[in-house]
C-alpha cells in the first residue's frame, strides 16, 4: 500500500532553514501530485506548496512564496520541503500528500503522511 513518511522536523529560531523530507512507497507516482499542507493548534490544515511528481511547474502559498521550494528526487521516490527565513508563524505539523492528477491547493488529496513537528522560536 501507499505509504508517505515524513522527516526532517525540528525546532529551529527564527530566520533558520530546515528541510523536510517525504519517502514515498507503494506505487509509481509519475501520474501524481505531491503536496505539503501545515495544521497548527487550533487552526484548519492549510495548503503550502505542491508539484506534479513529473514536471516542473510548482505552486505555493502566498504565505511561504520565496522563502519555501518543494522538490523531488525520482531515484530516491523522495519529496523535499526546503524551508528558509522561518517565522514564527511556520509553526505547525507539516504533511506529505499524494493525488491522482494535477496538484491543487485544497486538502482532496488521496494519501498522507503521519506528519512531522516544526516549531520555530522567536
Known amino acids: 500500500q501507499v505509504q508517505l513518511v515524513e522527516s526532517g522536523g525540528g525546532l529551529v529560531q527564527a530566520g533558520g532553514s530546515l528541510r523536510l523530507s517525504c519517502a514515498a512507497s507503494?506505487?509509481?507516482?509519475?501520474?501524481?501530485?505531491m503536496g505539503w499542507f501545515r495544521q497548527a493548534p487550533g487552526k484548519e490544515r492549510e495548503f503550502v506548496a505542491a508539484?506534479?511528481?513529473?514536471?516542473?511547474?510548482?505552486h505555493y502559498a502566498d504565505s511561504v512564496k520565496g522563502r519555501f521550494t518543494i522538490s523531488r528526487d525520482s531515484a530516491k521516490n523522495t519529496v523535499y520541503l526546503q524551508m528558509n527565513s522561518l517565522k514564527p508563524e511556520d509553526t505547525a505539523v507539516y504533511y506529505c500528500?499524494?493525488?491522482?492528477?494535477?496538484?491543487?491547493?485544497?486538502?482532496?488529496?488521496?494519501?498522507w503522511g503521519q506528519g512531522t513537528q516544526v516549531t520555530v522560536s522567536s
Open positions: 500528500a499524494a493525488k491522482y492528477g494535477l496538484p491543487a491547493t485544497s486538502a482532496d488529496y488521496d494519501y
Open positions: 507503494g506505487r509509481t507516482f509519475s501520474n501524481y501530485a
Open positions: 508539484k506534479r511528481w513529473s514536471g516542473a511547474s510548482t
